[in-house]
């Protein structure tokens, strides 16, 4: 059972940064794929950004070209980086852990039936 505890969630100013982090209890073949999702109030769950275990990132389009997402093997934390936050990023803000698929090894920013493991959720209010 693989154990992600975010942090780093609460209430930022519209146009500075913001920065979350995930605790990950171990590495196994679960936790190859690491995520953030995020999910709005009335909205559905949304995939924001993955890593996969030799640190290449993979974004969901709906906040390209804002967003870093990096992972630290040694101390198992996942981080991310979110500039310019506006409103609509306020959202609850999940981790979230899954193996890699296909022949290429992959991992998917925005399909949440391919991540097995989730933390509990951190809070982002964004306001003006």
């Known amino acids: 059972q693989v154990l992600l505890v975010e942090s780093g969630g609460g209430s930022v100013q519209s146009g500075e940064s913001l920065k979350l982090s995930c605790s990950v209890s171990?590495?196994?073949?679960?936790?190859?794929?690491l995520a953030w999702f995020r999910q709005a109030p009335g909205k559905e769950r949304e995939g924001v950004a993955a890593?996969?275990?030799?640190?290449?990132?993979y974004y969901g389009d709906s906040v390209q070209g804002r967003i870093s997402i990096s992972r630290d093997n040694f101390k198992n934390t996942l981080s991310l980086e979110i500039d310019r936050v506006t409103s609509e990023d306020t959202a609850m803000y999940y981790c979230?852990?899954?193996?890699?698929?296909?022949?290429?090894?992959?991992?998917?920013?925005?399909?949440?039936?391919?991540?097995?493991?989730w933390g509990q959720g951190t809070q982002v209010t964004v306001s003006s």
């Open positions: 979230a852990a899954g193996p890699h698929f296909g022949p290429r090894r992959q991992c998917s920013p925005t399909d949440v039936n391919r991540y097995q493991y």
């Open positions: 171990e590495n196994t073949f679960s936790t190859d794929c």
């Open positions: 890593i996969d275990y030799g640190h290449n990132p």
